[in-house]
């Protein structure tokens, strides 16, 4: 299955690991950083570009798949990044996309391994689950 990207990837964002956020929202929270009330851009004053993200998770993954370019989207910003770093970061974003495909190819190799996951049923009372019967004309 090929990544969808809308527009030409060379739009930019400011990623920052949500351990991060975490953090900052806690230190205002329980250590009561002295910056006063106000509104708050939490990010790393650093972007990359979908298409410079896409390469490193490539290269972070040693596997390329198919990429597909579908026409921009008019709701989306072009370029998004913060304008200064108020906090200190502690995961960057290499590191970060390299846990995620580390615990993702942990999960992935145990689900394959674990007869008793292949074989586990979906609860059919789970909330939010859409049932056959529930098409039926009554």
């Known amino acids: ?3 969808e990207v809308y527009g030409d990837g060379e739009q930019y964002r400011d990623f920052i690991h ?25 990010g790393s004053n650093t972007h990359i570009t979908i298409n410079d ?3 490193m998770m490539f290269s972070l993954a040693d596997k390329r798949v198919p990429v597909r370019y579908r026409p921009p989207r008019s709701f989306e910003m072009k370029y998004s990044v913060s304008e200064k770093r108020l ?11 390299k846990k995620l495909l580390d615990k993702y190819k942990e999960s992935y190799v145990s689900q394959r391994s674990s007869p008793s996951l292949q074989t586990r049923e979906i609860p059919q009372d789970m909330p ?3 049932h056959e019967s529930d098409n039926k004309a009554v």
């Open 53 to 55: 993200l896409m390469s």
């Open 18 to 42: 949500v351990k991060d956020v975490v953090n900052i929202i806690r230190g205002f929270i329980i250590d009561r950083y002295e910056y006063g009330p106000d509104l708050y851009e939490i």
């Open 128 to 130: 939010g689950l859409h």
């Open 87 to 97: 906090f200190d970061l502690n995961i960057s974003l290499q590191s970060g996309i």
């Open 1 to 3: 299955t090929p990544i």
